[in-house]
C-alpha cells in the first residue's frame, strides 16, 4: 500500500490501555488467555462443522464462517497488543498502522454484513420453511457469503484509502492500543472534518442497512413464531434465533456507540473496544454452541471419536 512522500510522520506511538507496567502485564495474561480461547472455539466449531455431515446445511455454513471472521478479527489486533504489552517502546510504522486499520475495518464491515446475511436466513427458514432448500441452496449460499466479503473490502477501501492522504506531520501518540479511525483523526494537522463526515457517512450507512435488514427480518420472523400453536414449537423458533440477536446485539450496539460520533469524543472509546475487537470475537463461539443442542452433540460425538482413535 503506497503512502504519499509528503507524510512526515513515518510511525506511531501506542498509548496502550494503561501506563502502568503491572496492569500491563495484567492485560498482556488475560488477552492472551482470551486469545488462545478464541483460536480453540473457533477452530473447533470449524472442524464440528467440517467432520459431522449432520451439520451441512446453510446455517452451519454460515456459522463456520463467522468463526473464520471472528479467528480474522481478533488476529488483526490481540498478537501486536500482546507484542507491545511487553515491550516498552509500542511503536508501528505508518504502513503497518494503515494496514491494521484496514484489515479491521475489512473483517469488522464483513462480519456486520455477515450476521445481516444470518438474520436473513433464519427469516427463510421460519417464514418460508418450504422454500427453504430452494432459495437457500448451496450456490447462492456460496454467492451471499462471498458478497459479504467483497463489499467487506469495499466498505475498507472507501474508509482507509481518504485516511492515507491525510497530513500527519506530529504528534504521533495514539491514545489507544491499536490503529483506529478514530484515534488518528486526532493527529491530523488540518482540519479532517470533510473526511470525518465521509467516514461516518460510509460506516453510518454500512451500520444502517445492515440494522434495517435485521429489524425487518425479525419483524417477520416473532410475527411468525407467535403465530404458531404449539408453545415446544414456538421455544425451538425462538431458541434458534436468541444466540444470533444476543451477538447483533453486541455488534450493533457497540459500532453505533463508537462509529457514529465524531473522533472528539473518542476518549471513553478504548474500554468499549476491547469488548468488540476482543471479547466478542471470545463468547460469540460459547454463544452458540452452548445455546445449539446440534453443535453440542456433534462436539460430543467428536470427542468420542477422538478418544476411540
Not at 33 to 54: A, H, P, S
Not at 286 to 303: D, P
Request: glycine fraction near 4%.
Amino acid at each position: 500500500m503506497e503512502v504519499r512522500n509528503e507524510t512526515r510522520v513515518t510511525e506511531f506511538i501506542f498509548l496502550g490501555l494503561s501506563s502502568n507496567p503491572d496492569l500491563q502485564i495484567v492485560f498482556f495474561m488475560l488477552f492472551l488467555v482470551m486469545y488462545l480461547l478464541t483460536i480453540t472455539g473457533n477452530l473447533l466449531i470449524l472442524v464440528t462443522i467440517y467432520v459431522d455431515t449432520q451439520l451441512h446445511s446453510p446455517m452451519y455454513f454460515f456459522l463456520s464462517n463467522l468463526s473464520v471472521i471472528d479467528l480474522s478479527f481478533a488476529t488483526v489486533t490481540v498478537p501486536r497488543s500482546l507484542v507491545n504489552f511487553m515491550l516498552p517502546s509500542k511503536t508501528i510504522s505508518f504502513n503497518d498502522c494503515i494496514t491494521q486499520l484496514f484489515f479491521l475495518h475489512f473483517i469488522g464491515g464483513t462480519e456486520c454484513l455477515h450476521l445481516t446475511l444470518m438474520a436473513y436466513d433464519r427469516y427463510v427458514a421460519i417464514c418460508n420453511p418450504l422454500h427453504y432448500t430452494t432459495v437457500m441452496n448451496r450456490r447462492a449460499c456460496l454467492l451471499m457469503v462471498v458478497s459479504t466479503w467483497t463489499l467487506g473490502l469495499i466498505h475498507a477501501c472507501a474508509q482507509v484509502f481518504p485516511t492515507i492522504h491525510l497530513p500527519f506531520c506530529g504528534p504521533n501518540k495514539i491514545d489507544h492500543f491499536f490503529c483506529e479511525t478514530h484515534a488518528l483523526y486526532l493527529l491530523v494537522c488540518s482540519s479532517s472534518v470533510i473526511t470525518e463526515i465521509v467516514d461516518m457517512f460510509n460506516s453510518g450507512l454500512l451500520i444502517l442497512a445492515c440494522f434495517l435488514v435485521v429489524v425487518i427480518s425479525y419483524t417477520f420472523i416473532i410475527s411468525t413464531i407467535l403465530k404458531i400453536h404449539s408453545a415446544e414449537g414456538r421455544w425451538k423458533a425462538f431458541s434458534t434465533c436468541a444466540s444470533h440477536v444476543l451477538v447483533l446485539m453486541f455488534l450493533f450496539g457497540s459500532s453505533v456507540f463508537i462509529y457514529m460520533r465524531p473522533s472528539m469524543t473518542f476518549a471513553a472509546d478504548k474500554p468499549l473496544s476491547v469488548f468488540y475487537t476482543i471479547v466478542t470475537p471470545f463468547l460469540n463461539p460459547f454463544i452458540y454452541t452452548l445455546r445449539n443442542k446440534e453443535v453440542k452433540k456433534a462436539m460430543k460425538k467428536l470427542g468420542g471419536r477422538k478418544c476411540f482413535l
